[in-house]
């Protein structure tokens, strides 16, 4: 065979193609009306009555075979696609390069009725797919929460609302510590910064007062039961060691709290809140360790 497609100048290739072809098509069953390419192509219908039984039957409508007719027939792509599947397929064959698929899909996105037509599940994969890089992510982001709606939408799940919250909090940390460690002016903002303490510590100090001052009066002539003596006492033993504390930070700088000065300072905070009968007190400021004169005795 190798000698004979050399004789007649044909490609080994071909000369095998046109043989397997000939075997296929017995010379009863060839048609003179029907092209050798189709006849190549029928030769794949792998039952003989149905092949020669094909060749006789020219599809419905048509006066008569054509090449890609026969392709539709035996399931192959079309060199000329009509309809829609045939159009996407010519359109994977010919896309198969990576190159060649990113330019074709960044062509059709910029077309709004086609993006229109994709499905949402589709279009959430390919954003995941694009945003991959950390830098397109974060730009994509930043764009995507400047619209309210999405940022409103987005914020609703607590995953994301927690690592939104907890990025602002690390940048702001960061932030400052640049400033700290490069801007000329934080000493001065350091100095200014412990004046705001000092005037928040005395402004704590004059507002306790002040409460007490117009609490304690109301009390004249009203007898507290045992419960309310003792709760009373365990808060003025935990403001005995808050102002311990506070006199302590002032001496010496030091504010690390012990572990009981913190168990007082968390009640305490819990206490702020006026109990209601919506949100009572806490138990454990309800439930009294003993009575008021078994503890610390009656004033009198």
Request: aromatic share 4%; with cysteine.
């Amino acid at each position: 065979m190798f000698r004979l497609a050399e004789d007649i100048g044909l490609s080994y290739s071909t000369v095998k193609e046109a043989r397997w072809t000939a075997s296929r098509w017995p010379k009863e069953h060839r048609q003179r009306v029907v092209s050798f390419t189709v006849h190549k192509i029928l030769a794949g219908i792998g039952d003989e009555r149905e092949r020669f039984a094909a060749i006789l039957t020219p599809p419905e409508g048509k006066p008569r075979w054509t090449a890609d007719e026969a392709r539709r027939r035996v399931g192959r792509q079309v060199e000329h696609p009509v309809t829609p599947q045939e159009k996407v397929s010519a359109i994977h064959t010919l896309a198969r390069d990576e190159e060649v698929a990113a330019t074709v899909t960044s062509d059709l996105l910029r077309r709004p009725t086609v993006v229109a037509q994709v499905r949402q599940e589709d279009k959430v994969r390919a954003v995941e797919e694009l945003t991959r890089d950390e830098t397109v992510a974060a730009t994509v982001t930043t764009g995507l929460l400047r619209r309210p709606d999405v940022a409103f939408r987005a914020m609703s799940d607590d995953t994301a609302r927690h690592q939104v919250n907890h990025a602002q909090v690390e940048r702001g940390r960061q932030a400052r510590e640049n400033f700290e460690q490069t801007s000329p002016v934080a000493p001065a903002i350091r100095s200014i910064d412990q004046s705001v303490e000092f005037l928040d510590l005395v402004t704590a100090c004059h507002a306790f007062v002040a409460a007490a001052g117009r609490v304690v009066p109301g009390l004249r002539d009203r007898q507290l039961g045992d419960d309310e003596c003792t709760i009373v006492h365990e808060n003025i033993a935990r403001v005995r060691a808050t102002l311990d504390w506070i006199e302590t930070a002032v001496d010496t700088g030091k504010v690390d709290v012990d572990e009981e000065l913190a168990v007082s300072c968390k009640a305490i905070r819990r206490c702020l809140a006026l109990p209601s009968a919506d949100h009572p007190p806490p138990s454990d400021m309800l439930t009294p360790s003993g009575s008021c004169s078994s503890r610390r005795g009656r004033p009198g």
